[in-house]
């Protein structure tokens, strides 16, 4: 039984300002995601503000929007089975340091705040994120 979901990716500034762009995207494309929707942007402060509300209570809030916002990203609707997990698995961990092997933020994050991509955490959440960026 297949369970076709769509989940929200970013390319973070640090990965763009360094040209992995391509690279990542062929990540995505090797582990069998279908890159539906994608557009380069560069999202000001208060828009990462309402992004990251989630995290509104955490220590590295402000310097997280601040870094969210202080270049182009780009937002990308991926498709595949279980897509949410998947690409969970596909990113890795939080911090690099301890991504798996084999991992986008394994291989090109840099820290724990400069670390590449971010993924949608639960299917509820994919929705939210998803509308957040591409509503029709
Ligand atoms: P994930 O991106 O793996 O879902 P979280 O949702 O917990 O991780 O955190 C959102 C983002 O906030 C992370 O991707 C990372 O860029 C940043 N972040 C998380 N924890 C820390 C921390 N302890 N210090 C600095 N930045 C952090
Ligand atoms: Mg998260």
Not at 55 to 71: I, Q, V
Not at 89 to 112: F, H, N, Q, W
Request: with cysteine.
């Amino acid at each position: 039984m297949s369970n076709l979901e769509e989940t929200l990716s970013i390319i973070k500034p640090d990965a763009i300002e360094r040209n992995l762009q391509d690279q990542i995207k062929s990540e995505f494309n090797k582990n069998g995601f279908k890159i539906l929707e994608e557009k380069k942007i560069h999202i000001s402060k208060g828009e990462a503000e309402k992004f990251y509300k989630v995290h509104e209570s955490k220590p590295f809030y402000n310097d997280l929007c601040s870094y969210l916002s202080s270049g182009p990203i780009v937002v990308m609707k991926l498709q595949r089975d279980n897509a949410v997990l998947e690409n969970r698995k596909l990113m890795g961990a939080t911090d690099p340091r301890v991504a798996e092997e084999g991992t986008i933020r394994k291989k090109y994050g840099i820290s724990i705040d400069k670390n590449s991509v971010h993924g949608s955490d639960s299917i509820e959440n994919a929705k939210i994120e998803l509308e957040f960026f591409f509503k029709d």
